[in-house]
C-alpha cells in the first residue's frame, strides 16, 4: 500500500474512534447527569446500594454469610454462626459526611438482633461504630448519623460522623444474632436530610469550568468553599481525549463521590425531570430466540461462497459490534444481553477455518513476530518510566487474561479473518484490523491500539499461519499496555458501556 493511503487510512481511523468515543461519552454524561441531578433534587447521594445485585458488597459476598440469594430487590442471607459483616463497595470514593448526614436502612431479620454501623475515614482503621438493636421482622431505620457519638473499636476514643477530616472511605454493617439468623436487606441510602419533603429547597450546584478543577487540583485546594454545595464539573467532550475526562471525574470523585458531570457543549437543564440509570440496551429475549433460530439455519448452510461469508459476519460480528458501539453490557449487563453475546460467540467458534496452521511455529515466524512485538514493548516501558506509572496486575489478572486472549485470537484468525479475505482480497487485513478494532468501542485508546497491532497480527499469520507466537504478542503486550500505560493514555480495557463505569 502507498505511504499516502496509510496515511489516509490512519487518519481515518482516528476520526471514526474519535467520534465514537466523544459521541458515546457525551451521551453517557447525559444520561448519567440527568439521573444525578435527580438525586440531588432528592437530596439523596449517588452513592446508594438497592442490594438488587451482590456486586453491591466487596467480595461479592456477606462474610459470614452460609447462603446468599439475591432475587426481586432483596439480598438475602442465611448467618449459621449469626453474626456476618456486609463492607459496602464505595469504589474507592469517598463520601462527604458533612453534607450526607443520615441514612436510611431498610432490613429484616428472622429475630432480635443487633446492628452495629461502622465507617473509617479514608485511610485509617479506627473503626467507628454505632450501636443499634433491632426487632424481628421488618426493620426502616431513618437515622441522623451526625447526632450520633461514635466509639472507637479498640480504645475508649469517640468521634463524630465523618470523624476529624468529615470523609468517609469505608461504611459497613455488622449483624450479631442468634445461630442461623436470616437477614435480607432492601436499600440503604445516604441523604442529606433525615426527613426529605416534596418543596424542600434544592441543593446548590457549582458548576466548575475544567481548568479551575485541574489548578485547585494540582494546588490541593477544595473545589468549593461550602461544604453544602454541589460541585458540578463541566466536561469539554469533543476538545479533549476521553481518557484524560475520565481520568479528570475519578480524581474529583475521590474528593466527593457526590461531584456532577455535564457535557459542556450540551445546555443544562432548567429542572430535573424523571431519569434512569443508563444501563445499556439488549435485544429482549424474543430478539435472542429469533437470532438464535437465524444463526442455526445459517450454520446448516455450510457454503464458503463471498455472499455466506457476509452473512455469516452479519451473524456472528454483528452482535459484538452492537453491543460496544451501541453502549451495552453494562457494569450489569441483562441476562438476555449476556445470552445473545454468548451466542454469538459459539455461531463463530462452530465456524472457525483454522486447518493448515502451524501451533508452535518456526523460528522465522518467531522472529517476524518479534520484530514488532519487542520495539512495542519497548515503547510501552518507556512510557511507564516516563510517566512513573506501574500498576502490577496481580495473579488472578494475568491468569484470567490468558483464556481471553486465546478466544479473541481464535475469533480474529479462524473466523474473521478468512470471511474477510474472501470478501474483499487483498484489503483482508485492513478491514478484518478494522472490525477487531471497533469490537473494542467506545474506548478510543483501546481502539487505535488494536487497529494496529491487528493488522502486524494479521500479516504473520498471512505469511506464516503459526499461532503460538502472536499469542504471546498478544499476551505481553497486552499485560504491558495494561500495566504501564497511565489512565491519561489508557484509561481501561472495558467496552461498551462498561469503559465508563469500571475501571
Do not use: K
Given at each position: 500500500m502507498?505511504a499516502?493511503?496509510?496515511?489516509?487510512?490512519a487518519?481515518?481511523?482516528l476520526?471514526?474512534?474519535?467520534?465514537?468515543?466523544?459521541?458515546?461519552l457525551?451521551?453517557?454524561l447525559?444520561a448519567q447527569?440527568?439521573?444525578?441531578?435527580?438525586?440531588?433534587?432528592?437530596g439523596?447521594?449517588?452513592?446508594?446500594?438497592?442490594?438488587?445485585?451482590?456486586?453491591?458488597l466487596?467480595?461479592?459476598?456477606?462474610?459470614g454469610?452460609?447462603?446468599?440469594?439475591?432475587?426481586?430487590?432483596l439480598?438475602a442471607?442465611e448467618?449459621?454462626?449469626?453474626?456476618?459483616?456486609?463492607?459496602?463497595n464505595?469504589?474507592g470514593?469517598?463520601?462527604?459526611?458533612?453534607?450526607?448526614?443520615?441514612?436510611?436502612?431498610?432490613?429484616h431479620?428472622?429475630?432480635?438482633?443487633?446492628?452495629?454501623l461502622?465507617?473509617?475515614?479514608?485511610?485509617?482503621?479506627?473503626?467507628?461504630?454505632?450501636?443499634l438493636?433491632l426487632?424481628?421482622?421488618w426493620?426502616?431505620?431513618?437515622?441522623?448519623?451526625?447526632?450520633?457519638t461514635?466509639?472507637?473499636?479498640?480504645?475508649?476514643?469517640?468521634?463524630?460522623w465523618?470523624?476529624d477530616?468529615?470523609?468517609?472511605g469505608e461504611?459497613?454493617?455488622h449483624?450479631?444474632?442468634?445461630?442461623?439468623l436470616?437477614?435480607a436487606?432492601?436499600?440503604?441510602?445516604?441523604r442529606?436530610r433525615?426527613?426529605?419533603r416534596?418543596?424542600?429547597?434544592?441543593?446548590?450546584i457549582?458548576?466548575?469550568?475544567?481548568?479551575?478543577v485541574?489548578?485547585?487540583?494540582?494546588?490541593?485546594?477544595?473545589?468549593?468553599?461550602?461544604?453544602?454545595?454541589?460541585?458540578g464539573?463541566?466536561?469539554?467532550?469533543?476538545?479533549?481525549?476521553?481518557?484524560r475526562?475520565?481520568?479528570l471525574?475519578?480524581?474529583?470523585?475521590?474528593?466527593?463521590?457526590?461531584?456532577?458531570?455535564w457535557?459542556?457543549?450540551?445546555?443544562l437543564p432548567?429542572?430535573?425531570?424523571?431519569?434512569?440509570?443508563?444501563?445499556?440496551?439488549?435485544?429482549?429475549?424474543?430478539?435472542?430466540?429469533?437470532?438464535?433460530?437465524?444463526?442455526l439455519?445459517?450454520r446448516a448452510r455450510?457454503?464458503?461462497?463471498r455472499?455466506?461469508?457476509?452473512?455469516?459476519?452479519?451473524?456472528?460480528?454483528g452482535?459484538l459490534?452492537?453491543?460496544?458501539?451501541?453502549?451495552?453490557l453494562?457494569?450489569l449487563p441483562?441476562?438476555d444481553?449476556?445470552?445473545?453475546?454468548?451466542?454469538?460467540?459459539?455461531?463463530?467458534?462452530?465456524g472457525l477455518?483454522?486447518?493448515?496452521?502451524?501451533?508452535?511455529?518456526a523460528?522465522?515466524?518467531?522472529?517476524?513476530?518479534?520484530?514488532?512485538?519487542?520495539?512495542?514493548?519497548?515503547?510501552?516501558i518507556?512510557?511507564?518510566v516516563?510517566?512513573g506509572?506501574?500498576?502490577?496486575?496481580?495473579?488472578?489478572?494475568a491468569?484470567?487474561?490468558?483464556p481471553?486472549?486465546?478466544?479473541?485470537?481464535?475469533?480474529?484468525?479462524g473466523?474473521?479473518?478468512?470471511r474477510?479475505?474472501?470478501?474483499?482480497?487483498?484489503?483482508?487485513?485492513?478491514?478484518?484490523?478494522?472490525?477487531?478494532?471497533?469490537?473494542?468501542?467506545?474506548?478510543?485508546?483501546?481502539?487505535?491500539?488494536?487497529?494496529v497491532?491487528a493488522q502486524?497480527w494479521l500479516?504473520?499469520?498471512?505469511?506464516?499461519?503459526?499461532?503460538?507466537?502472536?499469542l504471546?504478542?498478544?499476551?505481553?503486550?497486552?499485560?504491558?499496555?495494561?500495566?504501564?500505560l497511565?489512565?491519561?493514555?489508557?484509561?481501561?480495557?472495558e467496552?461498551?458501556?462498561?469503559?465508563?463505569?469500571?475501571?
Amino acid at each position: 500500500m502507498p505511504a499516502s493511503h496509510r496515511i489516509a487510512t490512519a487518519l481515518a481511523a482516528l476520526v471514526l474512534a474519535w467520534i465514537l468515543a466523544n459521541a458515546a461519552l457525551d451521551r453517557f454524561l447525559l444520561a448519567q447527569g440527568r439521573l444525578d441531578l435527580t438525586r440531588v433534587a432528592r437530596g439523596e447521594s449517588r452513592i446508594g446500594f438497592e442490594f438488587d445485585s451482590a456486586r453491591d458488597l466487596i467480595g461479592d459476598r456477606i462474610e459470614g454469610a452460609g447462603r446468599m440469594l439475591v432475587a426481586d430487590g432483596l439480598l438475602a442471607a442465611e448467618l449459621p454462626q449469626g453474626d456476618a459483616n456486609v463492607r459496602l463497595n464505595l469504589r474507592g470514593l469517598v463520601l462527604d459526611a458533612r453534607r450526607l448526614r443520615a441514612l436510611d436502612l431498610r432490613l429484616h431479620v428472622s429475630a432480635p438482633a443487633t446492628l452495629h454501623l461502622i465507617f473509617d475515614a479514608p485511610g485509617e482503621l479506627r473503626q467507628w461504630q454505632q450501636r443499634l438493636e433491632l426487632l424481628a421482622g421488618w426493620n426502616e431505620l431513618r437515622m441522623d448519623l451526625a447526632a450520633f457519638t461514635w466509639s472507637a473499636h479498640a480504645d475508649a476514643a469517640t468521634a463524630r460522623w465523618g470523624g476529624d477530616a468529615g470523609r468517609v472511605g469505608e461504611f459497613r454493617l455488622h449483624l450479631a444474632g442468634p445461630a442461623g439468623l436470616r437477614v435480607a436487606l432492601d436499600h440503604l441510602r445516604f441523604r442529606e436530610r433525615v426527613h426529605h419533603r416534596e418543596g424542600d429547597p434544592t441543593p446548590t450546584i457549582e458548576w466548575l469550568g475544567i481548568e479551575r478543577v485541574r489548578a485547585r487540583l494540582d494546588a490541593g485546594l477544595p473545589l468549593v468553599e461550602s461544604a453544602h454545595t454541589r460541585i458540578g464539573v463541566r466536561l469539554p467532550v469533543w476538545m479533549d481525549t476521553p481518557e484524560r475526562l475520565l481520568t479528570l471525574r475519578d480524581h474529583v470523585r475521590a474528593l466527593d463521590a457526590d461531584a456532577l458531570f455535564w457535557p459542556v457543549m450540551q445546555a443544562l437543564p432548567d429542572a430535573p425531570g424523571p431519569a434512569a440509570a443508563p444501563t445499556g440496551w439488549s435485544p429482549g429475549w424474543g430478539g435472542v430466540v429469533a437470532y438464535a433460530l437465524l444463526a442455526l439455519w445459517l450454520r446448516a448452510r455450510a457454503r464458503p461462497r463471498r455472499l455466506h461469508a457476509l452473512a455469516e459476519l452479519a451473524i456472528g460480528h454483528g452482535p459484538l459490534l452492537a453491543l460496544s458501539v451501541g453502549l451495552g453490557l453494562s457494569e450489569l449487563p441483562t441476562s438476555d444481553a449476556r445470552t445473545w453475546l454468548a451466542c454469538a460467540l459459539l455461531f463463530q467458534l462452530s465456524g472457525l477455518r483454522i486447518s493448515g496452521g502451524d501451533w508452535p511455529g518456526a523460528a522465522t515466524a518467531w522472529r517476524a513476530v518479534a520484530r514488532y512485538s519487542v520495539p512495542a514493548a519497548i515503547m510501552l516501558i518507556a512510557i511507564g518510566v516516563l510517566a512513573g506509572h506501574w500498576q502490577p496486575p496481580g495473579l488472578q489478572r494475568a491468569l484470567g487474561y490468558l483464556p481471553f486472549v486465546l478466544l479473541q485470537q481464535t475469533l480474529l484468525l479462524g473466523f474473521l479473518w478468512p470471511r474477510v479475505h474472501l470478501l474483499v482480497g487483498r484489503r483482508a487485513i485492513l478491514a478484518t484490523a478494522g472490525l477487531f478494532a471497533l469490537a473494542h468501542a467506545p474506548n478510543f485508546a483501546l481502539m487505535l491500539l488494536s487497529f494496529v497491532i491487528a493488522q502486524a497480527w494479521l500479516a504473520s499469520y498471512r505469511s506464516t499461519r503459526a499461532w503460538l507466537p502472536i499469542l504471546t504478542s498478544h499476551y505481553a503486550l497486552g499485560m504491558l499496555a495494561v500495566s504501564l500505560l497511565p489512565s491519561e493514555i489508557l484509561y481501561s480495557a472495558e467496552t461498551g458501556l462498561r469503559y465508563f463505569q469500571v475501571r
